[in-house]
């Protein structure tokens, strides 16, 4: 059988095609006809990737959870028929057909979560029984960060209450004073952090501001490299599987780790019906992240597709260029 590069999605394992011998042929997966490899190259990786999955009534396809959380494929037909091959030929216990979990040893770190969460809300907020080091979450979260680069920019939003007293001033757009920070799933009460935005838009979305409202947005400049802890983390795979199993068990446990807090972290907050007490598992985390030295913390918005927030433990390294003042002028809701 043979492959071609256009049946991958991701850069590592297109480039792989580099260092392979390659023939003009018809590819046995997509069917066109192209500059192809012997798919055995990419069979062991497949196999060891497989490996990580165990048949489970309640969960999904190999075919959905890898295009999920790794999107290897180009689209799901090809991924359809590249791991029905591997399935026949791997002997993992389950067909292409049968849903699939996650193995215990790839999950552990997922229930570890999903514990502390439970035990800092009900048994104990400041020791819980779980330490992150036991999980060896230190090596997750404390020793290996992503940086953003200097002169990277970000943006903060305030919605101006009082149409008289705009925020104008760039020191106005700063982070919050120690007494007038509220609690949100980064800080802690009396904590302030400053919260920011990768796009203007999405502080809009962030804010829950609505047709009328007058925000506010100041545009920040990244001073000095900034090391963070990146929820959005998406491992490309192709080299762990290379260095071995415990390499890619490490790997994908680190991302579904991160994959998960990342959500809780931003899950969306009402105005008025979230209780303070669901943000303190991720203000626990989040706290050990800053005690291990990084600036701050990336995860996606889940009110704004696309948009990240970025959450500075420190305000010293940003610096508040210009800010200017919009009125959200788009309905929330159109009817016809
Ligand atoms: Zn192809």
Known sequence: MRICAGCFKVEDWKNRFKLEQKKICSCSFCGKKTKT?????????????????????K??????????DFAIFSNDEVAKRILQCVVQLSGNGFSIKDKVSYSTEVSSALTAWKKMKKDVIEEFRYFPSINPEDELWDKYFASKFAVIKKGSVFFRGRINEDANKLYKKKKELGMPPREKARAGRVNPYGIPCLYLTDMPDTTIYELR?????KLSVGKFIVKENLNI?????????????????EKLIETVREFLLKKQIGQDLSKPIHRYDVKEIEYVPTQYICEYIKTSGADGVMFNSAVHHGGKNLVLFKSDKVRCTCVKVKTVDEPVMRFC
Do not use: C, M
């Open 37 to 57: 490899v012997d798919f055995s190259v990419f069979l062991s990786p497949l196999q060891l990737l497989l490996s990580l999955f165990s048949k489970n009534e």
């Open 59 to 68: 969960g999904e396809s190999v075919i959905q959870l890898i295009g999920r």
């Open 209 to 213: 501001a609505t047709h009328g409202d």
């Open 229 to 245: 802890v990146d929820f959005n983390y998406k491992p490309l795979l192709l080299d762990d599987i290379y260095e071995g199993e």
